[in-house]
């Protein structure tokens, strides 16, 4: 770090910054000239990530809260505006997933699945609009699983498919603004979300888990949290300054074939 000045002087949150995608993003964020907002539900990997950003020289502030918990968010966005002065870019990246077909599906699950991806998604939405200014933007995180369906996973790829639409919703009524919203829908990215469900594919066998999986990629291989956080970056740029409302999918061409 730093690597670049794409994001120079933007003040900009990633939820779910504590793992995974959202790491990858914070990390690349900062080294890109953004001051971050690490936000997660847990205090540790919050301060995991800001530790890491801080050590490339970067500039990085924990924030924690749980995003399906409106006034945690409200709290968590307010803080990072006072001690920043603003708020350019939100990306709505908490999630997570939720096992078993509709015939199976357990209701708390079920209602957790949606209330970290979707309500959260709104909830965190909400809070930065009180703060961004005209012309920024938000990026919401949905999956392969919004556009086909993948066995097992009922709660999740509903939940994600609410996202698609909810973020053709904002990219509507926030055009006024300026402010653009897209949606990222990633194929399968090794991270500790994705293990338990490679692992239930392979009945308890990882590697299998993982050779089930890998057939569905022409690309031969899973995404890295690298590659959705470059497609982020893009969409947070002025490079995408004509995009919103889009749905990109970074996922190796599983949704091609
Ligand atoms: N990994 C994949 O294959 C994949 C594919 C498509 C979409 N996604 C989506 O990408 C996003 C990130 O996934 P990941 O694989 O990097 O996950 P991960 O489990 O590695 O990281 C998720 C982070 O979100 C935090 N988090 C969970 N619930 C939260 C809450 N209620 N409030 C705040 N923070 C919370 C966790 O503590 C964790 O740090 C999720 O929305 C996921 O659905 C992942």
Not at 1 to 12: D, I, S, V, Y
Not at 17 to 42: C, H, K, R, Y
Not at 163 to 176: C, G, Q
Request: include cysteine.
């Amino acid at each position: 770090m730093p690597t670049g000045e794409r994001l120079a002087g933007k003040l900009a949150v990633v939820t779910g910054a504590g793992s995974g995608i959202g790491q990858a993003t914070a990390l690349l964020f900062a080294a890109e000239g953004a001051t971050v907002g690490v936000l997660d539900v847990s205090t540790d990997a919050a301060s995991g990530t800001v530790t890491l950003i801080d050590k490339e020289g970067g500039a990085a502030q924990a924030l924690v809260a749980d995003v399906a918990r409106a006034e945690e968010v409200e709290a968590a966005l307010g803080d990072f505006v006072a001690a920043h002065g603003g708020l350019h870019v939100l990306y709505n990246n908490a999630g997570v997933g939720s096992r078993g077909s509709v015939a199976v599906a357990d209701e708390d699950d079920w209602h957790r699945c949606f209330a970290v991806n979707v309500t959260g998604t709104f909830l965190c939405s909400r809070a930065a609009l009180r703060h961004m200014s005209d012309g920024g933007t938000i990026v919401n995180q949905g999956s392969v699983a919004a556009l086909v369906g993948i066995p097992s996973f009922a709660a999740y790829c509903a939940a994600k498919g609410a996202i698609v639409a909810l973020t053709r919703s904002m990219a509507v009524d926030l055009a006024p603004r300026r402010i653009r919203v897209n949606v990222i829908c990633p194929g399968t990215v090794y991270t500790p979300l994705m293990e338990p469900m490679l692992r239930a594919r392979g009945e308890g066998d990882l590697e299998l888990g993982l050779a089930r999986t890998l057939v569905k990629y022409p690309l031969g291989r899973l995404g890295s949290p690298e590659d959705i956080a470059n497609v982020a970056l893009f969409l947070v740029s002025d490079e995408a300054a004509f995009m919103t409302g889009a749905v990109i999918t970074p996922d190796g061409g599983m949704t091609a074939q």
